[in-house]
């Protein structure tokens, strides 16, 4: 029977703060976390009632709220010590002397009889493929062993450069089980930005695809081998995926995938690591210069991917878990955690938008997802062409929309209910590859409302403070966490002494996370994020640093200078203008404007390429050198160039009146236009 959501009622306009949907009686009874609140109670653990409550103890007594949420679940670990052996931060030491493994949890699930992975892509791929608990189990012990015969464990290191495809979760499991650490790169980014991540690493294993397929194109990835193995000469295994071809052979030298998980019969005992023992890096964008590795534990990892999937997004064994995302992004990690709770993850490495702009929705559908997450840019993209999910698609089984890597723009929450589902929540999300969940979401016993984020999650001490860190309330503040959260990374790569850490989140506010958002905190604690106080690109999930673009750009003879901005725009647009100054003899033709899109896009990634090149006197800098690119950014915005920049900190401050008129000129253009 074609079951479509209930999307046919009149349509009706949800003002921002307006109520957008509210949880049932049946679904508050049902939520994971009421079950939570209730064993809480049943147990004399905590009295809590509301979400508030709960809240409220679960910051101030973070010790027993986290040892809570580990009973509840069943985690194993052994050894003792207490939960916390110092609440200052940074480097606050959760659980010293226990140990476990993140796979441990996931392979607890086995007994399932639903798909644990289902692996999907776009026409002409090998997809669908659906991978039982069984054969999950099966294949990460194969390639476990495969890993343990050539001498590698605890202190290695194995990377991927894989797309978001089954065998990507495979390995990442296979190479915790182990105790060693896992770090991925999509394969849309090129050699040079791979090897800027990875490479920091020393890795021992590679682990690629031939290739994927994107927008109806096969993109071969096998030619770009060699430099990544010259990149990372510390390489003694390279295993290929056989994505494309079809069986054919693989480069002498490497060694397919499947002979590595051919084995048969196979045990395979985990092996149990300190609880803070690195289970993956995750890059920064590399704003700043080459991108920085946090580097996330076992323990922290499952803790909070626990609550966040279980208790937030209320995911459990009989759900079907999509969200689209790289393996670049720390959101694939989330994803594959879906594993944890039981849940059915779906792999997709194509376009949301092919072979038709609705093309998520459609795979949604085909696989009954329960859970979808994607970028509020594609929501965006899908009203302005008048789309209506809920009627043209089989939704029935859908509970929850997911949305992150920008602002939600309050009119998307009236889209959803209209073109999507009334009883489909749009559960918007921030927080950050530093620690590699939420800092603030969705609440499934809270109403949602336009334009805002729930609530803070559970365990996080969040709080929106001004310069001289006094707490804030219905005014804007930089995001801050002033109790440490478990999944915190334990350090970064390369940074022994910490004073790379210290410099990053605690040199504002010490002592106290300062992540660098921008946010208000309503009296109703409901979140509004603002927007980026750095200078990040964050176009469409993809996170990149503005350092990367400039060290392409500024290769090419006629480029002097750039710099390059993305702005969130007030219609929930992400604007991203590349600005240049050229050499004497250089003109921004077509053809040069060509070369450098073309540069960024095979150098890069195609995801990354500016929506248009500028050409521009010179680029501001500050008396110290430093590109004005935050302050740009806020004129792009529409703000006054005397509120953004002190022209005594600026080498010339009559460099900014170009961008004032190139500001003036699109906000102009767009008004006139009716975007």
């Given at each position: 029977m074609d079951i479509r959501m209930d999307v046919t009622?009149?349509?009706?306009?949800?003002?921002?703060?307006?109520?957008?949907?509210?949880?049932?009686?049946?679904?508050i009874a049902g939520a994971r976390i009421s079950g939570f609140i209730d064993w809480?109670?049943?147990?004399?653990?905590?009295?809590?009632?509301?979400?508030?409550?709960?809240?409220?103890?679960?910051?101030?007594?973070?010790?027993?709220?986290?040892?809570?949420?580990?009973?509840?679940?069943?985690?194993?670990?052994?050894?003792?010590?207490?939960?916390?052996?110092?609440?200052?931060?940074?480097?606050?030491?959760?659980?010293?002397?226990?140990?476990?493994?993140?796979?441990?949890?996931?392979?607890s699930h086995t007994a399932s009889s639903r798909p644990a992975i289902i692996d999907d892509s776009e026409p002409g791929g090998p997809g669908p493929r659906t991978i039982s608990w069984t054969e999950l189990g099966h294949q990460v012990a194969a390639l476990s062993n495969w890993l343990r015969d050539r001498g590698v464990g605890e202190g290695d290191r194995v990377v991927g450069y894989l797309p978001n495809v089954a065998e990507t979760v495979i390995a990442f499991l296979a190479t915790a089980s182990v105790g060693a650490t896992w770090a991925c790169c999509g394969q849309d980014y090129q050699p040079e930005a791979v090897v800027d991540r990875l490479g920091q690493l020393a890795p021992v294993v590679l682990i690629t695809a031939d290739g994927y397929r994107f927008g109806g194109r096969e993109v071969d990835r096998l030619a770009l081998l060699p430099a990544l193995q010259a990149g990372m000469p510390t390489l003694r295994e390279v295993l290929v995926v056989d994505r494309l071809r079809s069986g054919t052979s693989v480069p002498a030298g490497t060694t397919a995938w499947a002979e590595a998980v051919a084995g048969d019969g196979l045990a395979m005992t985990t092996a149990h690591v300190p609880f803070d023992h690195p289970l993956w890096v995750l890059f920064s964008s590399g704003t700043t210069g080459k991108p920085k590795g946090f580097v996330h534990g076992h323990g922290g990892v499952v803790l909070e991917h626990l609550k966040a999937l279980a208790l937030h997004l209320?995911?459990?064994?009989?759900?079907?878990?999509?969200?689209?995302?790289?393996?670049?992004?720390m959101v694939w990690n989330s994803l594959v955690s879906g594993l944890l709770v039981g849940a059915t993850i779906?792999?997709?490495?194509?376009?949301?938008?092919?072979?038709?702009?609705?093309?998520?929705?459609?795979?949604?559908?085909?696989?009954?997802?329960?859970?979808?997450?994607?970028?509020?840019?594609?929501?965006?993209?899908?009203?302005?062409?008048?789309?209506?999910?809920?009627?043209?698609?089989?939704?029935?089984?859908?509970?929850?929309l997911g949305a992150t890597g920008s602002v939600v723009p309050a009119e998307l929450y009236s889209w959803v209910a209209d073109h999507v589902g009334r009883d489909v929540p749009l559960a918007s999300v921030?927080?950050?590859t530093d620690v590699a969940s939420g800092f603030a979401g969705?609440?499934?016993?809270?109403?949602?409302?336009?334009?805002?984020?729930?609530?803070?999650?559970?365990?996080?001490?969040?709080?929106?403070?001004?310069?001289?860190?006094?707490?804030?309330?219905?005014?804007?503040?930089?995001?801050?966490?002033?109790?440490?959260?478990?999944?915190?990374?334990?350090?970064?790569?390369?940074?022994?002494?910490?004073?790379?850490y210290r410099e990053a989140y605690f040199e504002t506010y010490p002592g106290v996370w300062r992540h660098g958002d921008l946010v208000t905190i309503t009296g109703r604690n409901t979140v509004i994020v603002h927007g980026r106080s750095d200078s990040t690109l964050n176009r469409n999930g993809i996170r990149m640093g503005t350092a990367d673009i400039y060290r392409v750009v500024e290769e090419l003879p006629e480029v002097q200078e750039a710099l390059v901005i993305g702005a969130e725009q007030q219609n929930g647009e992400y604007w991203m203008p590349l600005f240049v100054t050229l050499s004497d003899r250089a003109d921004?033709?077509?053809?040069?404007?060509?070369?450098?899109?073309?540069?960024i896009r095979e150098a890069l990634s195609s995801r990354v390429v500016p929506?248009?090149?500028?050409?521009?006197?010179?680029?501001?800098?500050?008396?110290?050198?430093?590109?004005?690119?935050?302050?740009?950014?806020?004129?792009?915005?529409?703000?006054?160039?005397?509120?953004?920049?002190?022209?005594?900190?600026?080498?010339?401050p009559s460099l900014l009146d170009a961008f004032v008129r190139y500001a003036a000129t699109r906000i102009a253009n767009t008004s006139s236009s009716g975007v």
């Open positions: 009622r009149e349509e009706r306009s949800i003002r921002p703060g307006e109520v957008a949907w509210s949880p049932s009686a049946e679904r809480l109670q049943a147990t004399s653990r905590c009295e809590a009632t509301s979400y508030e409550s709960l809240w409220e103890w679960s910051v101030a007594r973070p010790e027993e709220f986290w040892v809570s949420l580990k009973d509840y679940f069943a985690v194993q670990m052994t050894g003792d010590g207490p939960v916390l052996a110092s609440r200052e931060m940074p480097l606050a030491g959760w659980f010293p002397g226990r140990r476990l493994n993140y796979v441990d949890t996931v392979l209320d995911l459990g064994p009989s759900d079907t878990y999509l969200w689209y995302t790289s393996p670049s992004w779906v792999c997709y490495d194509g376009s949301p938008s092919y072979p038709t702009d609705d093309a998520l929705w459609a795979l949604a559908a085909r696989h009954e997802v329960t859970a979808l997450g994607t970028s509020p840019a594609y929501l965006q993209a899908c009203a302005r062409a008048g789309r209506s999910p809920g009627t043209d698609h089989d939704l029935g089984r859908l509970r929850v921030t927080g950050g969705f609440v499934p016993i809270l109403p949602v409302r336009a334009g805002e984020i729930t609530a803070a999650y559970l365990g996080v001490a969040l709080d929106s403070w001004d310069d001289d860190g006094r707490s804030l309330r219905d005014a804007v503040g930089e995001l801050v966490v002033t109790q440490p959260m478990p999944s915190m990374p334990t350090r970064f790569w390369n940074d022994d002494d910490g004073a790379r921004l033709d077509d053809e040069l404007r060509g070369r450098i899109l073309r540069r929506d248009d090149v500028i050409a521009v006197r010179g680029i501001p800098h500050t008396r110290t050198g430093k590109k004005l690119e935050v302050p740009v950014k806020r004129i792009l915005q529409g703000d006054d160039v005397a509120t953004v920049a002190e022209a005594r900190s600026i080498d010339d």
